[in-house]
């Protein structure tokens, strides 16, 4: 009924009043002090080594509650080299190089450049999936937000005007997101552990390109939640099978008795972007579609 009294939310002030009015303090030596100052606007007390756990707390929070508010119900992650260079752009890399050897590694890298193509396929292609009916986004492109296979990524959701998620973490060398990512999905990440488990919360799909001690981290550690059962099962598309089997054996592993042969059924091979989703099509034929976050 239209005549039917309302109850608000909340009968005490929002906080943002209340850190409105507390820059407005009288300035005396106490609340000059910064001992006065607002313990969630206070920045030197936040980076005490004695709220890591807080941060913790934060970091986990901020990107959860905005990841919601887009309604993104799952992701497609892109795990990658960030040295990988785009096809247009490999022949210069490779004049560039000053000695024979920086000519080879030039040459190697130049000789994966198909990679960064098939990253920006595959993303195109998942980009497209439709919306569900409650208005949520699968198969959302997430990458770590960086150059190479990671830009393809995005590059490639961007090309069919889809949203598309980066993870950057801060690092001790200038970076910045690539031009790709959605900009009010591009979070910035203190703590590597965080990152990682933002990556695997919505995952529904993981294409791992060839890549380096990153790639490997956040590769292997997404295997073993799945080895160990503290993941269910996804696709993991491993894309690169002469550049994979050539720097880690993975068959030796289970010769050796260190894995189980079932744990290389983890693993499927591609190298391409279509046979990459033929077989996410595939994986989730029978399966319910994701649903909206709660």
Not at 262 to 276: F, G, K, M, N, Q
């Amino acid at each position: 009924m239209s005549d039917q009294p309302t109850v608000s939310q909340s009968k005490f002030r929002h906080a943002r009043e209340e850190a409105r009015d507390a820059k407005r303090a009288i300035s005396t030596p106490q609340t000059e002090s910064k001992s006065y100052t607002l313990a969630f606007q206070d920045t030197e007390f936040l980076l005490r080594d004695d709220l890591r756990p807080v941060r913790f707390q934060l970091e986990l929070l901020k990107p959860e509650l905005l990841l919601d508010e887009a309604r993104i119900a799952s992701t497609f992650v892109f795990y990658g080299s960030a040295r990988i260079p785009e096809p247009a752009a490999a022949q210069a890399a490779i004049d560039a190089a000053r000695t024979d050897s920086e000519r080879k590694v030039a040459e190697r890298l130049a000789a994966k450049a198909c990679y960064y193509e098939e990253a920006r396929k595959l993303a195109r292609i998942a980009a497209q999936f439709p919306v569900n009916a409650e208005g949520c986004r699968n198969f959302v492109v997430c990458s770590g937000g960086g150059p190479s296979i990671m830009e393809a990524a995005n590059r490639g959701a961007a090309d069919v005007g889809a949203k598309t998620i980066g993870m950057n973490i801060v690092l001790p060398h200038e970076q910045a997101p690539n031009p790709y990512v959605t900009p009010d999905l591009s979070f910035q990440f203190h703590y590597f552990a965080l990152r990682k488990m933002h990556f695997t919360l919505r995952a529904r799909a993981l294409a791992v390109f060839p890549g380096g001690f990153g790639t490997f981290d956040e590769f292997f550690e997404l295997l073993t939640l799945v080895q160990t059962g503290k993941m269910r099962p996804i696709p993991i598309l491993l894309f690169g099978r002469d550049f994979w089997t050539r720097v880690v054996n993975f068959e030796a592993l289970a010769e050796e008795g260190v894995i189980s042969p079932r744990d290389l059924d983890l693993i499927s091979w591609v190298e391409t972007a279509e046979e990459a989703w033929e077989i996410v099509e595939r994986f989730y034929v029978d399966a319910d579609e994701p649903g909206c976050p709660s």
